[in-house]
């Protein structure tokens, strides 16, 4: 029997990889907007925080299991930000070129580009579950100011992956998906739902 689990993102990328993992386990994952849920706010500090929120406020609005994640990109010279506000780093509107400029400003005076990027997911069985599954997976790199690679989004083409030579932009969707900070954390839930 499947279980229909809503995902708390309208993100298509996302949706793919979470099904593409989930499907075996007897899950489908659909998006919120399939259930007229508007997006949760995300007023926390922490990654953890932001993501139980996202996955309760899916769950209790469409009764259905929740997955929910906040990721971003954490720079060691900045003391960890953008951190949570990684989407939204350059202000409203929401823009990638923008907040990818203002990380290269930010980080100009600082010799130090070393940087992660950080996921968590929470799955909550229902809105006020109290042992949700949590996960969580880190990509470590750096940050360069050159942007190289034509996949990816957000800061991917400034996310230089030394080990690999390449920016996580450079990657093959197939590379990515068995690197990334969404696919550790992934590969972890999948661990635990099992």
């Known amino acids: 029997m499947t279980q229909t689990i809503v995902l708390a993102s309208n993100n298509s990328g996302k949706l793919k990889e979470f099904h593409a993992m989930l499907a075996p386990l007897g899950f489908d994952v659909r998006p919120q907007r399939e259930f007229n849920v508007p997006e949760a706010d995300e007023p926390h500090f922490t990654f953890v925080e932001n993501a139980l929120a996202k996955a309760r406020h899916a769950s209790l609005a469409t009764g259905l299991p929740a997955l929910a994640d906040d990721s971003g990109i954490c720079v060691n010279a900045l003391k960890g930000a953008p951190g949570v506000l990684s989407a939204r780093y350059a202000g409203e509107p929401k823009s990638d070129a923008r907040n990818n400029q203002?990380?290269?400003?930010?980080?100009?005076?600082?010799?130090?580009?070393?940087?992660?990027?950080?996921?968590?997911?929470?799955?909550?069985?229902?809105?006020?579950?109290?042992?949700?599954?949590?996960?969580?997976?880190?990509?470590?790199?750096?940050?360069?100011?050159?942007?190289?690679?034509?996949?990816?989004?957000?800061?991917?083409?400034?996310?230089?992956?030394?080990?690999?030579?390449?920016?996580?932009?450079?990657?093959?969707?197939?590379?990515?998906n068995r690197h990334s900070h969404r696919a550790q954390a992934l590969r972890q839930l999948v661990e635990k739902l099992k």
């Open 102 to 176: 203002k990380l290269i400003a930010d980080l100009a005076e600082y010799s130090d580009k070393s940087a992660y990027f950080y996921c968590v997911l929470v799955y909550v069985r229902h809105a006020n579950d109290p042992q949700p599954v949590i996960a969580e997976g880190r990509w470590n790199g750096k940050f360069a100011s050159e942007a190289r690679g034509e996949n990816g989004f957000g800061y991917d083409p400034h996310f230089l992956l030394p080990e690999l030579g390449k920016t996580a932009s450079e990657l093959s969707e197939e590379e990515k």
